[in-house]
């Protein structure tokens, strides 16, 4: 059974930056689809930014330029380095790796 850790989330001011790492379990690190979402509160859950094996990214308009997926074969962990915050990219962020989910860590940004 596959399990995603994530972790690096927290309190951060608003053009502050904080780095999350997810950590897959119970698997080789041989994913086709790497990707971060996030869900606020009373929102629907978002891609905020996509990553294939490939090394294709893509993300959400609202983050490019601030945020950057990588993946890092060698410590079997992937990454999204966040920028710029602001108070608007406050939610849980979630990490997927082709149909696994992680538990979700909650990011705060204060204005």
């Known amino acids: 059974q596959v399990q995603l850790a994530e972790s690096g989330g927290g309190l951060v001011q608003a053009g502050g930056s904080l780095r999350l790492s997810c950590v897959p379990s119970?698997?080789?690190?041989?994913?086709?689809?790497m990707g971060w979402y996030r869900q606020a509160p009373g929102k629907e859950r978002e891609l905020v930014a996509g990553?294939?094996?490939?090394?294709?990214?893509n993300y959400a308009e609202s983050v490019k330029g601030r945020f950057t997926i990588s993946r890092d074969n060698a410590k079997n962990t992937v990454y999204l380095q966040m920028n710029s915050l602001k108070p608007e990219d406050t939610a849980v962020y979630y990490c997927k790796l082709d149909h696994y989910w992680g538990q979700g860590t909650q990011v705060t940004v204060s204005s």
């Open positions: 119970g698997s080789s690190f041989s994913f086709n689809a």
């Open positions: 990553l294939s094996t490939w090394g294709k990214t």
